[in-house]
């Protein structure tokens, strides 16, 4: 089994979301750290720790400290000791009374090493390492010196890269690795459950792309909206909570009637008459099915939209009429039943094996709503507990196709896009019971969406541990 870069970062967060620290699995990294160590190296050997500022640094770290009477340790901090991210690592670091090795001494700290560890730059690099950062690593494989990476190798998956004679790969090898790029790979249990692996969480928040501050009109997602044709309400809640998640635009196909009354919940909202194509190619996702009801002329309509094949969520009334549309796509739909729903649309009960099943052999994914969101594409199945009983109440299904479909138009893959849709969607009941206990209503939750966006931005990308 492998495990893609962006689901490792994915899944250290998750961690801490639900053990509360990443402590004892960046405890138990160093512990296999020192192991790979002690295997490759005799005792009062001299090991150069390179460490960068994140987790990796720390992992090098306590395994100097498991160490500390076996092997002499010598560490470089490129950014120095101030920088590491982690308090309590930074506490473990100075307990070990070592002085860091400036930069201008590396050539001749790395003479005198029997190993080098690196522990430079880990799955948060973006881009090819920095020309600092590229002139340690060429140090490195220009030594003659055997390297131990943790995790994998600084700069993997670019042209500049460590050449590791062992890799210590925490969990699961990453997608990619091989003994070409990463030499002997050791794969370590660092006791992370093998249920998170499949368990939604704010770490899906990674996927979601932050805007450029050079970005312009419409870059940042556009958004088509089939819905509301008998319903309205239902276009609207999908719409707003879409709006929430940060789109430049959305357009609502509806029935001509109800444009007013959808226009009047936001001016950011732009209404169509549902049978006015000509530009839907333009949007960058669709969301197609609450609140149309089952009329058969929507065929068409839906037929049209569904051959655009454009990431495509389908939901509701939508689901009941699926299988009725006659189009010819490549890419996955995303259907988002309640269990009634997914029998109507599969002729099978609404289990776990069954959507699975479906999945498999549609290609479609599937978010099978309930008490714990069943999100699977036919090759995984995510797991997305949370919420509270008050979400049985009308329009939190309409809130989460718009959530979902809006991520989509943020260029999210579909299977990414659902459980982190999914647990954005349960995430705002829970902040808004929290508020209002059993008293709040859709729109309450549409507008505590904000905040728990931000919270999820200052989780991934500014707290520490």
């Known amino acids: 089994m492998t495990i893609t870069v962006l689901d490792s970062r994915i899944l250290d967060l998750n961690y801490r979301y639900y053990h509360g620290s990443l402590d004892p699995i960046v405890r138990n990294a160093g512990i296999a750290v020192a192991e790979e160590i002690e295997k490759l190296t005799p005792e009062d050997a001299s090991i150069l720790m390179i460490c960068g500022t994140g987790n990796k640094a720390g992992d090098a770290i306590n395994a100097a400290y498991m160490l500390r009477d076996k092997r002499i340790a010598i560490f470089h901090m490129y950014r120095g000791v101030d920088h590491i991210k982690s308090d309590k690592i930074r506490s473990i670091f100075e307990s070990l009374k070592i002085d860091p090795v400036p930069l201008e001494r590396i050539d001749e700290a790395i003479k005198g090493s029997d190993l080098l560890v690196d522990a430079l730059l880990g799955t948060g690099i973006k881009g090819k390492p920095s020309a600092d950062y590229a002139r340690i690593i060429s140090i490195m494989n220009g030594s003659g010196k055997p390297i131990l990476s943790i995790d994998m190798p600084s700069g993997f998956g670019t042209e500049v890269h460590i050449l590791p004679k062992v890799t210590v790969t925490m969990h699961a090898p990453k997608e990619g690795m091989s003994r070409e790029n990463s030499g002997t790979m050791a794969i370590k249990d660092i006791g992370i459950p093998e249920d998170l692996v499949n368990t939604s969480g704010p770490g899906y928040f990674l996927s979601y792309p932050l805007p450029d501050a ?77 609140g149309n009801g089952l009329n058969e002329e929507y065929d068409e309509i839906m037929s049209k939209l569904l051959s655009l094949d454009k990431p495509t969520l389908v939901d509701a009334d939508g689901i009941k009429t699926l299988n009725r549309c006659k189009y010819t796509r490549k890419r996955p739909i995303v259907v988002t039943p309640h269990r009634k729903e997914f029998e109507i649309l599969t002729g099978m009960e609404a289990t776990e094996d069954n959507a699975y099943s479906y999945a498999r052999k549609t290609g479609n994914v599937v978010l099978l709503k309930g008490k714990v969101d069943i999100i699977t594409d036919g090759k995984r199945i995510i797991h997305s507990p949370g919420g509270n009983a008050r979400m049985t109440m009308g329009g939190t299904g309409d809130l989460l196709a718009g959530i979902v479909a809006a991520l989509l138009a943020k260029g999210i893959d579909e299977l990414h896009a659902s459980a982190l849709g999914s647990f954005i969607n349960k995430k705002v009941g829970e902040n808004a019971f929290l508020r209002y206990s059993y008293w709040f209503g859709i729109m309450d939750m549409v507008k505590m969406l904000p905040e728990t966006m931000a919270w999820m931005y200052n989780f991934c990308y500014e707290t520490r541990d």
């Not at 958004?223 to 357009?251: Q, T």
């Open 214 to 290: 050079a970005s312009h009109k419409g870059m940042n997602g556009k958004l088509g909206i089939f819905a509301g044709a008998r319903y309205p309400g239902a276009a609207i809640v999908a719409s707003l909570g879409a709006e929430k998640i940060g789109l430049d635009l959305i357009h609502i196909y509806t029935d001509p009637t109800f444009r007013d009354l959808v226009q009047g919940y936001s001016p950011f909202l732009i209404t169509v008459p549902y049978s006015d194509l000509s530009r839907s190619e333009e949007n960058d996702s669709l969301l197609i099915g609450p």
